[in-house]
């Protein structure tokens, strides 16, 4: 049987990886202003100097029910069945516009990854695994929704301006974050994002707090795969998680770069480590 495994483009992961892992993704629209531009098109950067240059913070659309149908059904001319991961919905009405366009055609199945970013890629991957290994698509889809509550997805905000923009965060708290250069830990809980520790100081020893912390609390992973997923993070933030993973015994790290619609919520210079936590699946 031939599965498709898909997902929206909040999956970020990059070309050569979505090559890779067999992986077919289909784009969030970025809204700047009036202007819509398509995630994956349009730039993190692009998107920092809009909220530099304007002060607004851009609007993200879902994905809706009539594109969700013409994609799967796209799909489903070169593939027997469609394992979809959406964006967590507990976040996003992605999940439930992909759900419902699913209704409408057979052997199409949607997972509520209750996650963003590569944490969505973490559930995909596994999936394309089982795929190649000849599993059906409900033994797949079993398979990985058993893994879901260990999907450690979690960041460090270089900024809280974005999380105020956005409405997430008082204007008394973001005062107090500048003030106390506090950098906040967000972890994603229950398909929701939820604040974790936070770190004051410089940056650079911020990540790096953050690293060994979550790998201390979070310490039980499966060493195959580990993600390092930045939005425009210095090299040195970068090099700091990664080195902590190395140093974990991680076999494979992966460093992308977050997409526009990620981007887009978290402000610049975030980072995060994610892998599930489940020990070793070999």
């Known amino acids: ?43 993190p950067n692009e998107i920092f100097d809009y909220v530099d240059k304007t002060g607004v913070l851009p609007r993200t659309s879902a994905i809706n029910e009539m594109q969700y149908e013409e994609y799967f059904t796209g799909l489903l001319k070169e593939y027997d069945a469609v394992i979809h991961f959406a964006l967590s919905s507990g976040i996003s009405s992605a999940c439930n516009n992909a759900i ?20 969505i890629a973490l559930e995909a991957i596994y999936a394309s695994q089982l795929a190649k290994q000849g599993l059906t698509p409900e033994e797949i889809v079993k398979k990985v929704e058993e893994r879901i509550p260990y999907n450690q997805t979690s960041f460090v905000l270089a ?89 974990r015994g991680f076999k494979r790290i992966i460093v992308t770069t977050a997409g526009a619609t990620i981007s887009s919520h978290c402000g610049p210079k975030c980072i995060g480590i994610l892998y599930f936590n489940d020990g070793d699946k070999r």
């Open 100 to 119: 419902n366009a699913a209704k409408n055609l057979k052997n199409v199945y949607v997972v509520d990854s209750l996650s963003l970013s590569t944490g």
């Open 159 to 247: 900024t809280v301006d974005y999380l105020h923009k956005g409405g997430r965060c008082s204007g008394l708290a973001k005062l107090g974050a500048l003030l106390f250069r506090i950098r906040p830990q967000i972890i994603m809980a229950e398909g929701k994002m939820s604040p974790g520790k936070k770190y004051m100081g410089k940056q650079l020893s911020c990540v790096e707090s953050y690293a060994k912390d979550t790998l201390d609390q979070f310490n039980n992973p499966d060493k195959s795969l580990v993600f390092v997923t930045h939005s425009m993070a210095t090299p040195e933030m970068v090099e700091a998680c990664k080195k902590e993973c190395e140093a």
């Open 1 to 43: 049987m031939k599965i498709a495994i898909s997902a929206e483009s909040t999956i970020d992961l990059q070309k050569e990886q979505l090559e890779e892992f067999g992986i077919h993704t289909t784009p969030f629209t970025v809204l700047l202003g009036d202007d819509p531009k398509l995630d994956g098109v349009i730039t």
